[in-house]
Structure formats: structure tokens, C-alpha cells
């Protein structure tokens, strides 16, 4: 499974971002799909994640700002972002679960995202 991010670029605070993240390969078995950023001198984090079953969890700190979406016919995850604040500014990475092939997700390339204020 490949795995390309894109979406990412600069705005100012209070803008909107849309994120995607198209998987190619053997898809038709993939689970669970997600966002994880990391900040310079940060740990990574998860963002947001959605089951095949469309079930979400956000963290905390983006919860009511940010959705996350999955379109299967499209094998994309997409995290839409809005009223972006300077603390999202990260390197956001996607992911996706394919139990039946690794216990370990298959990880994006990454796309930058950086909130001026």
C-alpha cells in the first residue's frame, strides 16, 4: 500500500486548510485511516482517525475544528481544517491500517502545514 499526502501550505490563522491523502496498491483490505502530525521539538501526535465502519475520534485539541472524511471508492482520507490556529502548524502525516498484511500502519510522505498569525 502507497500512501501520497497533499494539501499542505501556508495561511494565516483563522483559515482553512483541506488535506488529502490517496492510497494506491492492494487497497481493498485497508481498515483504519488516519492523521498524525509533528511539530519541530514535538512528539507526533494523533490527529484524527476513521474506521472502515466511518467510526471518529479527534484529539482533543482539534476536536470541533477539524473532520476528517473517507471516500472508498477513492482509497482518500481527507482531513479538512478550519479555524487554524499557529499551534497546528506541524508536518501532518497520513496513515493507513492493513491488519491482514502488517501489524505496523503504511505511513504518507508527509505534507507541511504552517499557520501564520
Known amino acids: 500500500v502507497q500512501l501520497q499526502a497533499s494539501g499542505g501550505g501556508l495561511v494565516q490563522a483563522g483559515g482553512s486548510l483541506r488535506l488529502s491523502c490517496a492510497a494506491s496498491g492492494t487497497t481493498f483490505r485497508i481498515n483504519v485511516m488516519g492523521w498524525h502530525r509533528q511539530a519541530p521539538g514535538k512528539q507526533r501526535e494523533s490527529v484524527a482517525v476513521?474506521?472502515?465502519?466511518?467510526?471518529?475520534t479527534y484529539a482533543g485539541s482539534v476536536k470541533g475544528r477539524f473532520t476528517i472524511s473517507r471516500d472508498n471508492a477513492k482509497n482518500t482520507v481527507y482531513l479538512q481544517m478550519n479555524s487554524l490556529k499557529p499551534e497546528d502548524t506541524a508536518v501532518y502525516f497520513c496513515?493507513?491500517?492493513?491488519?491482514?498484511?502488517?501489524?505496523?500502519?503504511?505511513w504518507g510522505q508527509g505534507t507541511q502545514v504552517t499557520v501564520s498569525s
Open positions: 476513521i474506521s472502515s465502519g466511518d467510526a471518529i
Open positions: 496513515y493507513a491500517r492493513v491488519p491482514v498484511y502488517s501489524a505496523n500502519p503504511y
